[in-house]
């Protein structure tokens, strides 16, 4: 379980770094004189991507918080398993708010169907890299170790 949680909050550390930077360039932005050309859809993107980054950050950040305030309760196994769900969760909330990002950036310097282009690409990029591709190796180790089975012969 240390290093299971070691690795994991190692893992988080990473992410939350790269969510922290797209969270505070998200949260100056309307407050650049640019940002009142943006229009409606660029208001939309903007806010799901502040959302998505928010929910991120909260995602990402709670098991080392959460760790401290369990700190040697016996409960390292579920906060393990909790941070592990959360670490998900996060990514998720960060594919979402980098898709989003992305469209906005693209919609304002390129126009509105390149927006939908570039922010389909980020948002295929991340759901390949981050969830199918490791999915489909699950599977296939599954496929290729089948679980063993006990027989018992009374």
Same mark, same amino acid.
């Given at each position: 379980? +240390?290093?299971?949680?070691?690795?994991?909050? $190692?893992?988080?550390?990473?992410?939350?770094?790269?969510?922290?930077?797209?969270?505070?360039?998200?949260? %100056?932005?309307?407050?650049?004189?640019?940002? %009142? !050309?943006? +229009?409606?859809?660029? =208001?939309?993107?903007?806010?799901?991507?502040?959302?998505?980054?928010?929910? @991120?950050?909260? *995602?990402?950040?709670?098991? @080392?918080? $959460? =760790?401290?305030?369990?700190?040697?309760?016996?409960? !390292?196994?579920?906060?393990? =398993?909790?941070?592990?769900?959360?670490?998900?969760?996060?990514?998720?909330?960060?594919?979402?708010?980098? &898709? @989003?990002?992305? #469209?906005?950036?693209?919609?304002?310097?390129?126009? /509105?169907?390149? #927006?939908?282009?570039?922010?389909?690409? %980020?948002?295929? #990029?991340? *759901?390949?890299?981050?969830?199918? $591709?490791?999915?489909?190796?699950?599977?296939? $180790? #599954?496929? %290729? /170790?089948?679980?063993? &089975?006990? =027989?018992?012969? +009374?």
């Amino acid at each position: 379980m +240390d290093r299971e949680l070691s690795e994991l909050l $190692q893992g988080l550390r990473v992410m939350v770094t790269g969510v922290q930077v797209l969270f505070a360039f998200l949260l %100056a932005m309307p407050f650049q004189s640019g940002f %009142a !050309k943006v +229009d409606t859809s660029g =208001h939309w993107l903007f806010f799901v991507a502040l959302t998505g980054s928010a929910t @991120a950050s909260v *995602c990402f950040i709670t098991p @080392a918080v $959460q =760790h401290r305030l369990l700190f040697r309760t016996g409960l !390292k196994e579920k906060i393990v =398993h909790r941070a592990n769900e959360l670490g998900l969760a996060g990514a998720v909330s960060l594919a979402v708010a980098v &898709t @989003a990002a992305m #469209a906005l950036v693209a919609e304002v310097v390129l126009g /509105n169907w390149l #927006a939908i282009v570039f922010g389909a690409a %980020a948002a295929l #990029a991340t *759901c390949w890299l981050w969830l199918l $591709q490791p999915i489909i190796d699950l599977r296939r $180790q #599954a496929t %290729a /170790n089948p679980p063993r &089975t006990t =027989h018992n012969e +009374d």
